[in-house]
């Protein structure tokens, strides 16, 4: 276990830092960063100026180790909008994305896993097939226009709850159903095809054969060994979350890392951009990582394989 | 199962019929504006889906917004999926260095969330239908050239391949007539799974404010306009929001079938 552990800290170490340079490349080597990073209204003459205090005039080679060099010490700059420190304004609005995030994945676990065991479990029974239906459809409209019907519905209609912002309660619920709405889809299909497997194996038939409660086949015997491939499939997509949370926020006004990055784009204010895409990336390689740990601590094959 | 497929299949031959007869099927010119008729509600006399702030025909729109989304669709499935299974192909077949590559790069491209890397991407490289397809086409190769490269490196251990190659086969022959064929399949359904998310990715990124801009009829850059005027046009947020859905789930259906058909195994 220690030696999968290490080798898989390493390799998380290096995409981190393969990333951080894929971002650096994407910003820096795909034309003039000074159109990218200056206002487009921008005067002539104060052009060079911004060059050089952005240090723009230097080798390529010497601003990717300052970027490096800083993305280390967490220093990314100043933001060119709100002139603070990039990474500082990114990490204010983390809480709110991980409350989001949070309370998404919550509502998940509790709609979908159970609905995708139900329908297992009841496979081409009328559940099932409007389950079936469910996430089908789940998995093919798309969250902000699903956000949007919900904010026509119950906020301009009905005024039951706010169009957006954060605050009560209240505020998180359309946000969090949003986000969570296609990956319940999806976990909820991967939930019903791992369970549908588990219930194909010939030890489920022993369990039966020898006369156990259908409840303890599938309470025990099912559940417990369909865990580890949900739990792997479920973490693997939850980073995708990160991604919902871009457009969610946006729709909603919800001030999280999302709307940040939408509108550091929007601005080209590139520090901050640099600073949330690299921050998303970093912590969704660490979900990766945890949930790889987590399935090598739960399926032994698995450590042995790596 | 076979209900699911039909109805895929119906709900997507009507997209492709919609785009296709557009401009028969709407009077309207989609950019159009007419002031004396702005925001009318759906069931206005020749305006079936009512009309939008500047008085431009929403079916119009919706109908010239189902041709932008399914040209970059197919572009972008097209695009990627040989980009994708050729790197994947050689990366599967020759191993060694080129398969270390690839697969650092599908880690390090999978270490950003989708949809993320394709909005910053296109902020990056610019607006517009072209570098849309470039930006969808630069975030999604990743997933072919990985299943493709899976693929090939079990093919290629089996008997058949084996034995063409000890008859003295060429490698590009035997890559291209053994190899390739066997894992077609693959290919195709990763790309019909792969279609709607791209439309879809494609609305989300516009409607961001990104991607295809106003005035072009695209849904999403429609779905962003229709937010100014959600408390009294309901209308222009739910056709073409509804469209995308409809369209996406009818070519999800049918990758669902595919896959069902060609590959069971595959879960992507």
Known sequence: MRGYVLSR??????????????VFAMVRLS?????????MDIQAKDINEFRERLGFNDPIAVQY????????RGDFGESLRYKQDALGLVLERLPATLLLAGTALAL??????????????????????????????????????????????FAVQLRWLPTGGIGTAAHLIMPSIVLAAFYSARVARLTRSAVLDILNEEYILTARAKGLAERRVIGKHTLRNSAIPIVTLAGLEAGQLLGGAVITETIFAWPGLGRLTVQALLNRDFPVVLAAVSLTSIIYTLMNLVVDLLYGWLDPRVRVRA | MKVKAWLGLGI?????????????????????????????????????????????????????GARLALFIGACTVLITAVVGGLLGLLAGFFERWPSTVLMRIADVQLSF??????????????????????????????????????????????????????LG???????????????APSIIVVASLQFSQFIVAEAAISFLGFGVQPPTPAWGSMLSESRDFLYIAWWLAAFPGAALALTALGVNLLGDWLRDTLDPKLRV
């Open chain 1, 9 to 22: 800290l390493a390799q998380t170490v290096l995409v981190v830092f393969l990333s951080l340079t894929a």
């Open chain 1, 31 to 39: 034309g003039d960063p000074v159109t990218l990073f200056m206002p």
């Open chain 1, 65 to 72: 180790a300052r970027f490096i060099g800083g993305a280390v």
């Open chain 1, 108 to 153: 998940t676990f509790a709609v979908a896993v159970p609905l995708g065991v139900l329908s297992a479990v009841r496979r081409d029974g009328p559940f099932d097939h409007i389950a079936t239906v469910t996430t089908v459809l789940g998995q093919a409209v798309p969250g902000f226009w699903l956000g949007l019907m919900l904010i026509y519905v």
């Open chain 2, 12 to 64: 997507t031959v009507t997209a492709l019929l919609g785009a296709a007869f557009a401009p028969w099927l709407s009077a309207h010119d989609p950019l159009a504006a007419d002031f004396a008729a702005f925001l009318k509600p759906p069931g206005t006399a020749g305006h079936p889906l009512g009309t939008d702030q500047l008085g431009r025909d929403l079916l119009a729109r919706v109908l010239h």
């Open chain 2, 113 to 166: 969330p989708f949809i993320l890397l394709a909005l910053t991407i296109n902020a990056i490289v610019g607006l517009g239908l072209r570098n849309i397809i470039i930006s969808l086409s630069a975030a999604g190769w990743v997933i072919y050239a990985r299943v493709v490269r899976g693929e090939v490196l079990s093919v290629k251990q089996r008997d058949f391949v084996q034995a063409a190659a000890a």
């Open chain 2, 169 to 183: 086969v060429g490698r590009g022959r035997l890559l291209f007539r053994h190899v390739l064929p066997n894992v």
